[in-house]
């Protein structure tokens, strides 16, 4: 890949590869077409024709890489008013920290270094670096970023580039570290990005990412985290193959059990670095598995279609039996879920989400459910609640028994099933 491709994209489909530029692309599923998937709907809004766009899960037959194969433009789908927060969930709030120590401890991190976060969200990650002594500074392009500086964590609200890199550098001084935790694989202009951090880095710096791990994604069948955000799915082979490209070793990795299973790396500028054996043996796990081959695309279709029907079959079993089922969490993947699976009001009158929550009170993309406080799932009772945050049903069901919910609970993934209550 000496004549890289370019892995600053254009918007629309794609007819080659974003890794390698290679248009031999092999089509795996086909979701339709999908309004953004944290474009959730005021009351208003609910008379307005809405936006949708194609939403189709490819794999390269050149270098691997899984991707989507159409690019919304970041402004849709970071708009400011984008309504996630990372720090209200609890799991995800302790995982950050979890990753904040880590880095510090694996690359001896000193107080008063400088640490970026990139898609820094609330802040909750640059949190626990500034509390070790940490100067910090977030990256975030949504109005998100408000709460971050309320919460004492300076934050510029803006896309990451090569040119803030740069002033970023020049206003603040070399980095020691810089996080993207959950977006590196969301970035339309990455190879801005990629140059941006390598400016910003001093020259034993790290860059730690963290994306949705493939083999994982595939394992649980995952098809729900197939959205406009997720441009690339990455393999370790993939991700080695494009931090060569800019001058980057991928020095190691974790894989991490967060969103259903992710892979965490560090990369370090210059390619000659010491390498951890991990890397090559997790990259011969993926070929013993069939990454590159096309029969583990095929099982995981298979399996795509079975969870849709029998999660369509099972709601409409309870709803014909007069019994009545909400869902739990509203998180991105919730849309796509409902959407592929057509579950629209009359089976799933609500989804019911923590008070905290930014969503409450807005409909979900497509099939325009409300989400509500879960006050009301509590004071009016249901016979079965469909976990939408499915990837973190134990420490969920284990919260809403202890509030007192007594329905079953139904988990779409990796297969349909019910825990009664």
Not at 119 to 125: E, I, L, M, R
Not at 191 to 216: A, P
Not at 263 to 292: F, H, S
Request: hydrophobic letters at 40%.
């Amino acid at each position: 890949m000496g004549a890289m491709a370019n892995h600053d994209l254009p918007l629309g489909h794609l007819g080659g590869c974003q890794l390698c530029g290679s248009g031999n692309l092999d089509l795996v599923l086909d979701l339709g077409h999908h309004p953004p998937c944290d474009s959730l709907l005021r009351p208003d809004q609910l008379v307005e024709a809405e936006k949708t766009y194609p939403l189709r899960f490819v794999r390269c037959l050149s270098c691997g890489l899984a991707q989507i194969d159409y690019v919304v433009a970041p402004e849709v789908l970071f708009h400011p008013d984008y309504p996630y927060r990372s720090g209200i969930t609890v799991t995800l709030a302790k995982h950050l920290e979890t990753t904040a120590l880590t880095v510090i401890e694996k690359f001896g991190l000193a107080r008063g270094s400088f640490v970026v976060d990139i898609g820094s969200n609330d802040g909750t990650a640059l949190q626990a670096f500034k509390a070790r002594g940490m100067r910090v500074l977030g990256v975030e392009p949504t109005s998100v970023a408000k709460i971050a500086v309320e919460n004492g964590v300076p934050t510029v609200q803006q896309f990451f580039s090569e040119e803030l890199g740069r002033q970023i550098r020049d206003q603040h001084g070399p980095a020691a570290a810089v996080i993207a935790t959950n977006m590196f694989a969301h970035v339309q202009k990455l190879g801005d990005l990629i140059r941006g951090v390598r400016h910003l880095l001093r020259e034993d710096g790290v860059f730690v990412t963290e994306s949705h791990y493939l083999l994982d994604f595939l394992q649980t069948v995952q098809y729900d985290s197939i959205y406009h955000e997720h441009l690339k799915y990455y393999s370790v082979k993939a991700l080695q193959v494009l931090l060569s490209c800019y001058d980057f070793a991928l020095v190691d990795l974790e894989r991490i059990p967060s969103y259903g299973g992710s892979i965490r790396a560090y990369a370090m500028k210059g390619t000659r670095r010491m390498v951890a054996d991990r890397v090559a043996q997790l990259i011969a796990g993926e070929e013993r598995a069939g990454l590159y081959g096309s029969e583990v695309y095929a099982v995981f279709r298979d399996r795509v279609l079975r969870s849709k029907l029998d999660l369509q079959a099972l709601l409409l079993d309870i709803r014909r039996r007069g019994k009545q089922v909400v869902g739990v969490g509203c998180p991105g993947r919730s849309s796509t879920l409902l959407n592929y699976c057509n579950v629209d009001r009359d089976l799933m009158p609500y989804i019911a989400e923590q008070a905290t929550s930014l969503k409450i009170g807005l409909f979900l993309p497509g099939k325009h459910i409300p989400v509500i406080d879960e006050k009301i799932m509590f004071e009016e009772g249901t016979d079965y609640a469909v976990m939408l945050s499915w990837h973190y049903a134990d420490p969920i069901m284990t919260t809403l028994r202890r509030k007192g919910l007594k329905a079953g609970f139904v988990l779409p993934l990796p297969e349909v099933r019910v825990v009664e209550g």
